[in-house]
């Protein structure tokens, strides 16, 4: 009997050890010690290094994946909220926040469009046989019942704040007196060479930015200023950079500087009045500063047109062609203000300067003529320094 139990029991302790090497671990040594460990430290420490780690993890999914979109953004930020109960706000950028962060080269660029709109009107016009100073003269007395009538019916006061009503007169003296000298220049040379004339505005205006606003001159207001200086004079193509093969001569040479300085002075007025535009600030409605323009330009204007006895009563095209021009004045002028008011002027004066491409533009579709080599390596050069300032800005 001592004998069975014994065998018995030999038995079951072989079974067990034969058992024994299928039979895995909870936990090796290294796991235990660790246990161990663990359950020494405290419940705080043990949330921190959870949260440490988690963190860490958001860190490295950060570093190693810099391309995430704003949605991949947003579910990181809604992952960490949820897991830590921390409040973390979503920032979303609206359309219309967008718009209004760049309005004022928006502005410019739309005040461009309507300009060359306005332009084949003044053409048309001037072909029909209507003096350029009746034209000036009746588009601006057009526009000034207008603007007049619409400040009341917003019931903004006309005459502007009262102290700044004398820079709005000085501002109206400098828009007219560019307006005179670049129309002269227009009609006593090459169109291509008044516009090459006007073109150093840009110049004018970034320098006047720098010195009198004290408006930061950078590298790339440079490249875009230049860049846009050749676009707009190779586009023009001026006989005396070009030489009279490109355009007709039929002026002296000594008439032609005379002519050439006075659009070099036009340039210069037009810039003074964007920096008065900026000086005046936002506060001022944006069509205050057209009222007054086009209120000294009847008053200066209309006794040259009688001195010279220039006046004769339009046609019905005429008219209504005057028409439009009053208003598409009333509109560009408007919103070119307004830019040079929000915006810094020597970052916006290039992009004024895609008036030129639709004006090619309209001259396509409307009046059936294409543009040369010259004039669209000119545009290339004026958009590549419009789509430069728009990425700068």
Known sequence: MLLVTTL?????????????????????????????????QSNSDIELQETTFEFNQLG????????????DKKYQQAKVQEEFEIDIPIVKTSILEIIKSRLGFI???????????????????IRSGMHFLEAILLRSAIGLIGGIIFLLLIGENPLGDKSKRLILVFRGLSSTSSAVCVFYTISVLPLGDAIAMSCSTLLFTGVLGSTILKEKW???????????IVGVIIISKPSFIFGNNVNDESISQAKRILFTLIGVLGAFF???????????GKDT?????????QS???????????????????SLNQWLYLLGMGVLGFIFQGMGNRAFQIENVAKVSP????????????????????????????????ILCAVITAIKN
């Open 8 to 40: 018995n029991i030999l038995d079951l302790d072989k079974k067990m050890i034969s058992n024994e090497r299928f039979i895995k671990p909870e936990k090796d040594t290294n796991t235990l010690l660790h246990s161990l460990v663990t359950d020494s």
């Open 60 to 71: 490295l999914e950060k570093d190693t994946d810099n391309n995430n979109n704003n949605n």
């Open 107 to 125: 502005l410019i660029v739309t005040s461009a469009f309507f300009y060359s709109i306005y332009s084949l009107m003044v053409g048309v016009v």
């Open 218 to 228: 950078t590298t790339i207001n440079s490249i875009c200023t230049i860049l846009s």
């Open 270 to 280: 037009q810039s003074v009045s964007n920096v008065f535009s900026r000086k005046i």
């Open 285 to 293: 409605n944006p069509f205050v500063l057209v009222v007054y323009y």
């Open 296 to 314: 000294i330009v009847v008053v200066s204007i209309l006794p040259v047109c009688l001195f010279l006895n220039i006046l004769r009563a339009p």
């Open 351 to 382: 992009l004024n300067y895609t008036q030129i491409i639709f004006t090619y533009i309209m001259q396509i579709l409307f009046f059936k003529e294409s543009p040369d080599i010259f004039s669209i390596f000119g545009s290339i050069c004026i």
